[in-house]
Structure formats: C-alpha cells, structure tokens
C-alpha cells in the first residue's frame, strides 16, 4: 500500500484545513486502521486521530478533540483530516498511517502501523 498525503499549506490561526490520505495498490479493507500522527520540528512524532478498522471507533489526541475529525471514504480510498479553529501549536508534519491488524489498544502508538505516507507540512500562524 503506498500513501499519499496533501492538503497541508500556510493559514492564520483559527482557520481550518483538511489533510487527505489517498492510498494506492492496495484498497483499504474493513479491518484497516487509519490514522494521523504529526511531528513537530525539535519534538517526537505524536498521535493525532485514528479510524479502528471500519469505523468501529475513533480516537483523537486530547489537545486536538472537538477541533479535529478523522474519517475515510472507503469508494476513493481515501482518509481526511478535518482541522478546526487551528492553533500555532498545531504547525508540524502531518503523516498519514495504516495498518490492516492492529489491535485496539495500539491505535495510539505510531510503530505499531506498518504503511505511513510521505508527510504534509501544516504551518499556522500567530
């Protein structure tokens, strides 16, 4: 599966942005796990927002919950991120994720996902 993230790009804050995730090769199937991670310059890559399998549940980084949504479309392949009322804090790479087993309580941690995408850089300013 190879992974192919846009949508990233310069606004102010409380401006929104929505990242997509389109994935080749291979379709996401029902068991698929979707995820975002964002890595910021100096700091370690963190989770964001993840789809277990097919929408059974999701899951957000508490300083994101109620700005962002996860979600996917499974007739393009496709996986977005909608970002609300940005803050400067959210500028960094964001890298789509996903894997075809991962297991729930790994949801958060990015070494458990096997497909990552090239990354997407999101800047906001001040």
């Known amino acids: 599966v190879q992974l192919q993230a846009s949508g990233g790009g310069l606004v102010q804050t409380g401006d929104s942005l929505r990242l997509s995730c389109a994935a080749s090769?291979?379709?996401?199937?029902?068991?698929?796990?979707v995820a975002w991670f964002r890595q910021a310059p100096g700091k370690e890559r963190e989770f964001v927002a993840a789809l277990f399998r097919s929408g059974s549940s999701t899951h957000y980084a508490d300083s994101v919950k109620g700005r962002f949504t996860i979600s996917r479309d499974n007739a393009k392949n496709t996986v977005y991120l909608l970002m609300n009322s940005l803050r400067p804090e959210d500028t960094a790479v964001y890298y789509c994720a996903a894997d075809p087993s991962l297991i729930l309580s790994s949801v958060r941690v990015s070494h458990s996902y096997d497909y990552w995408g090239q990354g997407t850089l999101v800047t906001v300013s001040s």
């Open positions: 090769g291979r379709t996401f199937s029902r068991q698929t796990t």
